[in-house]
Each structure stands twice: as C-alpha cells, then as structure tokens.
C-alpha cells in the first residue's frame, strides 16, 4: 500500500501539469489509434521556414534522401530478394552539423510517419538525422542481422551498433560535429542499451541520448500489447471480423470523401460519425501488433529455414501464395515466440541461458546502474502508457529521477507529434 502511494506521489511530483497540457485525448486508447492531429502538431516553421529542399517533391533532390547499405554480403531467399541491402533514409546538412540517430518502434520501418516528422523537425533544427528501422522490420531482418533472429536486445543492439557505424563512415566522419540518438517505443529501449554499448565501443560518444515512450522490459510490454487481442476476442475469427468490419467502414467513409489520406486525422473523422468503441480500439492496437510480429517470424524464419512456418528445405517461389503462411504466423503470439523460437535459438549458441536469464536480459532494469548514472539520458513517457506497468514507472522514477517528463496522457506514442512534446524534445538536445 506505501509503494503504491509513493509511486502516485512520484508521478504526481514528475508530470507535467495536467493544466498546461491540452493533447486532447484522455482516453490511451483513442490516444494510441488516433495520434496527433493536423491542427495540433508541432509547426515546423517556428523552427525553420521551409526551404526549397524542404519542399522538393523530388525525393532524390530534396533534404530527405533514401539511402542503403550492403552490410552482409550473403545468400537472400528469393522470396527477399529485394531487402538484401539496409535501407534508411538521410537528411544531411551542407556543412559540418551533429548527427541525430532516430530509431523506430517495433515492426516499423525508418519512413513511417514518426520517423519522418521528428526527422524534419531536428532537420531544421541543424542536425544530420538518420531514420533507422526497427530490427524486428523485415527489411533489417534480412539485410542487416547477424542472426537473422529477432527479438533478443543484446544482439539486436549489436547489430544496429554496426549499422550506426557504417552510415557515420560513409557520411564520413568529419563531417559529423558530434552525435546524439533517439528511439522510440522499443527503439527508445534500444537506444538505452546503444548508450550502455557505446561506453564500452567507444565509437560514437553520444552527447544526449532520448528515449520516448520506450517499455522497460520487453516481455511484460509485449504480453500487454498482446492481451488488448487476446482479452478482448473469443477467437482468431472474432478478431478477423472485426477488423474487416472496421476496415468495411473505412473504405465506405473513404469512397465518400475528399481526403486522400488514410492517416490519423481520417480515422479520427470516421469516430465521430461511428463511435469506435474501447473494445475496438484495443482489437485494433492488439492486431497491429500482431501482423508486426508475424511479418517478423515469417522473415525471420524464411532467412533460417528453422522450419517454424515454413516447411524445412521448402523453398518458397516467387509466384507461391503466401498466405497459408502468413495465416500461420499471426497464430503466435509474443510468448510463444520467445518460448517456441527465440529461445531455442539462444540456447543453441549458450546451452547455459535460461528464459528468466533472456528475459532479464531485456530489461532496463539489466542496465540500471548505468542509466542511474548516465546523466546525458532522458526519458519521456506518458502515465497513461498502456504498455507500462505502475513497477515500470517506478523504475523509471527511481533510477531517472529529473531526467523523467511523464506527460498527463497521450497513450502509447500518440502524442509524439504534439507541439509540447516535441518543443520538449527539442529543448532537451539544444541544452
């Protein structure tokens, strides 16, 4: 009952003023689904007035360039054909600037709408931004891991450690007054262990390290986002049909409407003429999460040929279905993964790791005394993050302390493109 009581007094103490702060959605799960609006985001002109590369249509001439990478020279399936390279996207200065790594959440790629928003803001606010993808997209899967066996911190880490390295090589190194990171989700957790590995490889020496929205430890996050489908559907064919209902829905509204976006700001448009329900949203954010994964165990088991998905010595053709397979893999949830998959795969290589060893081993909490330490790292969340536990925010409170913001709400991730949000990000990097 104390914990409990000091943990409010804490968050009480930590957050920001639930006056001053008008994000307008106080319910985390519209927060998650609906994000930022138009009208709410960040301006981007009161850093910097647009310039013509910032408006360029042409993508290749403009700020923003994709880029990739080969990292492994090595056998693709064909089926993969086309992710043998890492690819990412730069936004570079002129002259010399600071290089800002933003590394995305789980299952996203280095151009979803999070990574390019804050990669225009610190753009314009002089920096060299670098959009990475999570290492659990699949094109980091096949191109860029050593494993090819997502999901465990310490060798996904690694793998982007080597990335980060050969893209600060060929920008070239000179060109680079200083570096600093950022992640968000789980790639705000790995950006915590990027720092700790840093210390240690010295290759880099990042001036400031944040981390937004990210889970303390990835089991207990991944068990919740997998519960809002499980907890809230009778079967794999409840949650089918209410998705296709929804997506029903969304396809007549589009049909009937002007917008060309099928974004945020259209989704919040259909709940108010069709209320989403609670029930729904978390189906919604359960099944999101779902594909994520199951993309995930699909690459990853076509690059191993573990036989989990696909038959051992198949070999999937370019003109195959793949839906028998991909009907397979949105069956696994995050724990049979790790139990069926990831941890077969550890013990193969260390016969002495456990699952409460593996699990510990992606945790925060594995690197606590460094982060209590390390003070270039910040953390901000939102107290109403559905993917934390109250011992989680303690955690963070405890070993954080003032490097904490807990903003009054915002959900998962759904207020990251907010103006106070990102004027607080903002703020953090240029002290």
Request: glycine fraction near 6%; proline fraction near 5%.
């Amino acid at each position: 009952m104390h914990r409990v009581v000091l943990f409010c007094l804490l968050i009480l103490t930590a957050a920001f003023s639930a006056q001053a702060y008008d994000y307008p959605f106080t319910n985390p799960y519209e927060a998650t689904v609906f994000g930022t609006l138009p009208q709410d985001e960040f301006d981007l002109a009161s850093v910097r007035p647009a310039g013509f590369s910032d408006l360029n249509p042409l993508r290749d001439l403009g700020a923003v360039r994709g880029r990739e990478m080969l990292l492994h020279d090595r056998p693709v399936p064909e089926i993969l054909w086309y992710d043998d390279t890492l690819q990412y996207t730069l936004a570079q200065q002129r002259g010399n600037a600071p290089l800002m790594f933003i590394l995305a959440g789980t299952g996203s790629s280095h151009e979803s709408a999070t990574c390019s928003f804050l990669q225009r803001v610190f753009h314009r606010a002089g920096f060299h931004v670098v959009t990475l993808s999570s290492p659990t997209y699949p094109n980091f899967v096949v191109s860029a891991s050593t494993t090819q066996v997502p999901g465990y911190i310490p060798y996904d880490v690694a793998d982007l450690y080597q990335a980060m390295d050969a893209i600060a090589a060929q920008m070239g190194r000179d060109r680079i007054t200083s570096f600093h990171l950022a992640g968000y989700s789980l790639g705000g957790t790995q950006a915590a262990f990027l720092a700790e590995l840093d210390t240690r490889e010295k290759r880099f020496g990042f001036e400031k390290v944040l981390l937004l929205n990210p889970a303390v430890n990835l089991m207990t996050s991944a068990i919740r986002l997998d519960h809002l489908l499980s907890d809230n559907v009778a079967d794999r064919f409840e949650a089918a049909r209410t998705v296709a209902e929804l997506v029903r829905q969304l396809s007549e509204a589009y049909r009937s409407s002007d917008q060309v976006n099928f974004g945020d700001e259209f989704l919040f448009a259909l709940h108010r003429n069709r209320s989403i329900s609670e029930k729904e949203l978390k189906i919604l954010i359960g099944v999101a999460f779902r594909l994520s994964l199951a993309s995930m165990v699909f690459t990853s088991d076509t690059c191993t040929g573990a036989g989990y998905i696909v038959p051992r010595g198949h070999r999937i053709v370019k003109d195959e279905s793949l839906a028998p397979y991909l009907d397979s893999a949105v069956g696994v949830s995050f724990e049979d993964y790790v139990r069926e998959y990831l941890l077969p795969f550890l013990r193969f290589h260390d016969p002495a790791i456990t699952a409460e060893k593996a699990v510990a081993a992606c945790s925060l909490e594995a690197i606590g005394p460094f982060l209590r330490g390390a003070g270039g790292i910040a953390v901000m969340t939102n107290a109403d993050d559905p993917i934390l536990t109250p011992e989680n925010f303690a955690f963070l409170e405890n070993t954080f302390g003032s490097r904490l913001t807990v903003f009054p709400a915002g959900g998962h991730c759904g207020n990251l493109r907010f103006r106070d949000n990102v004027a607080a990000m903002l703020d953090f990097f240029r002290k």
